[in-house]
T-cell receptor, first 110, second 114 residues
């Protein structure tokens, strides 16, 4: 089983550029999440999706959009990247009693 | 809303010494509690979890944690530290209802001295 797969693993963007982070899970989970990790702050929820076609804001949604294309895929889009969005991004899905995380995308905005 | 406080952003122990990483939570209803470990430039690995039942939970790599409702705590322990335990550890909480999104503590970096 692949679990939760994120692409790309690394990305460098210039300020103002756009990009989409991809996430897919093969565990037939309904709920999926995007988190960002910053030093000294743990992981913070950006967006959440309870099922295909539904999304909801988390703690730090500004500057991001998401799309739940189908049950498997949940993408995160940065329309106009800013240096403050330099971070490590994790996608996750919720199983019966725990979350399953992808390996992360390290994004640097210069 | 739930929250998590990890006391001590950095903890240093000698190899062979007891490891104690502290986690306190706040939640209006019984929570699910988790400890994750993150090695440098790696993703998150689940160490252990408490959902219901026995309050002393054993995890991987010799770690364990005890859910104490009266103290709203879920401290992580290991009797004898190994060099390979050096990593960052995160405590997290969620509810068994609603969005089930995890709320994380700010993390504790464990250093193990030879």
């Amino acid at each position: 089983n692949a679990g939760v797969t994120q692409t790309p693993k690394f990305q460098v963007l210039k300020t103002g550029q756009s990009m989409t982070l991809q996430c897919a899970q093969d565990m037939n989970h309904n709920s999926m999440y995007w988190y960002r990790q910053d030093p000294g702050m743990g992981l913070r929820l950006i967006y959440y999706s309870a099922s295909e076609g539904t999304t909801d804001k988390g703690e730090v949604p500004n500057g991001y959009n998401v799309s739940r294309l189908n049950k498997r895929e949940f993408s995160l889009r940065l329309e106009s990247a800013a240096p403050s969005q330099t971070s490590v991004y994790f996608c996750a899905s919720w199983g019966y009693t725990e979350a399953f995380f992808g390996q992360g995308t390290r994004l640097t905005v210069v | 809303a739930q929250s998590v406080t990890q006391l001590g952003s950095h903890v240093s122990v000698s190899e062979g010494a007891l490891v104690l990483l502290r986690c306190n939570y706040s939640s209006s209803v019984p929570p699910y509690l988790f400890w994750y470990v993150q090695y440098p430039n790696q993703g998150l690995q689940l160490l252990l979890k408490y959902t219901t039942g026995a309050t002393l939970v054993k995890g991987i790599n010799g770690f364990e944690a005890e859910f104490k409702k009266s103290e709203t705590s879920f401290h992580l322990t290991k009797p004898s530290a190994h060099m390979s335990d050096a990593a960052e550890y995160f405590c997290a909480v969620t509810l068994d209802t609603g969005r089930r999104a995890l709320t994380f503590g700010s993390g504790t970096r464990l250093q193990v001295q030879p």
